[in-house]
């Protein structure tokens, strides 16, 4: 048995709890109900479009393996986001994930003084872990679904963010969230809390070098509601509160509306219609977007 089996049947059966999960011949696998991990959110994480659920990405079960690769792509009235990457869920308990953002400021880089086109990027390192109860199989209980999760965040923009009014380029986002499915109403509901300092979610850095605590993080709300209209369409709105660091432009809160279509368990579309709130003296900053995601 090689090592990196060996390490793989070690995992099966911590977070599965038994070791007849040992016998599982497939460790890759999709046995999950459609639809119920949600979506690759902005940031990397199991979720909706703004929001993380407490879900854990992927079809695999608690003796499987799921992964899914994404991209999003957000034209704006004066900017243009895009994000890219890859999610992992192990055996229903863990999820690893890393996304790519890049923040094209088109003609208002010009506006700004920073150039046309300028593009902010930052790198997104995700952990959740499921911490008890089950969003789908706790039907006859009230109980939802919490998790935790932590995201490390790095602009790589440091003196361009600084000289903003950013006190730094890099820090780590805290979440916890719980979210409840409904199976006989056909509606999902996710509320979470998160311990942030990020600026345009970390786009623009973090924290701001005029308040006298620095870096100090703010506890922020995010949540959604999602309603099935079938088995393959599901409809949702999303808020998610930011925080407001920066002396030179004030930050709003963002939201979203969506649809998605989940035509197989290795294929979602996901297509909406976002208000990501004022961004850098431009205005509110709106559009649609539209999110593929492939699952294996």
Not at 85 to 91: D, L, N, P, R, Y
């Given at each position: 048995m090689s090592t990196v089996h060996k390490l793989f049947v070690l995992l099966t059966v911590l977070f599965s709890g038994g070791f007849d999960a040992i016998a599982n011949e497939t460790l890759f696998g999709s046995g999950k109900l459609l639809g119920t991990p949600g979506v690759i959110q902005i940031e990397g994480s199991g979720g909706s479009g703004l929001s993380s659920w407490a879900m854990i990405s992927g079809y695999g079960t608690n003796r499987q393996i799921g992964a899914s690769v994404h991209h999003t792509v957000v034209p704006l009235n004066d900017f243009t986001l895009n994000a890219t990457?890859?999610?992992?869920?192990?055996?229903d308990r863990l999820e690893l994930s890393y996304t790519r953002q890049w923040f094209d400021s088109g003609a208002a880089g010009g506006r700004l003084g920073i150039g046309r086109n300028f593009t902010f990027g930052q790198?997104?390192?995700g952990a959740k872990l499921r911490i008890f109860g089950d969003a789908v199989y706790d039907q006859d209980r009230w109980l939802p679904q919490v998790s935790f999760g932590a995201q490390y965040k790095r602009s790589d923009k440091s003196e361009i963010v600084r000289a903003l009014g950013a006190t730094g380029n890099s820090s780590v986002d805290l979440y916890a969230v719980a979210t409840k499915i409904m199976l006989d109403q056909s509606i999902i509901l996710s509320a979470g809390a998160r311990l942030t300092s990020a600026n345009q979610f970390g786009l623009l850095g973090f924290g701001s070098n005029i308040d006298t605590t620095g870096s100090a993080k703010s506890l922020e709300?995010?949540?959604?509601v999602a309603y099935l209209l079938s088995r393959k369409?599901?409809?949702g709105i999303d808020f998610r509160s930011k925080p407001n660091n920066l002396a030179f432009a004030e930050e709003s809160d963002a939201f979203a509306a969506y649809l998605?279509?989940?035509?197989s368990k290795h294929y979602t579309i996901?297509?909406?219609y976002t208000d990501l709130g004022k961004i850098a003296l431009q205005g509110r900053q709106r559009g649609l977007y539209l999110s593929l995601q492939l699952g294996f």
């Open positions: 990457g890859v999610t992992v869920g192990a055996f790198d997104i390192v709300f995010e949540g959604s369409i599901v409809v998605v279509w989940l035509p996901t297509a909406g």
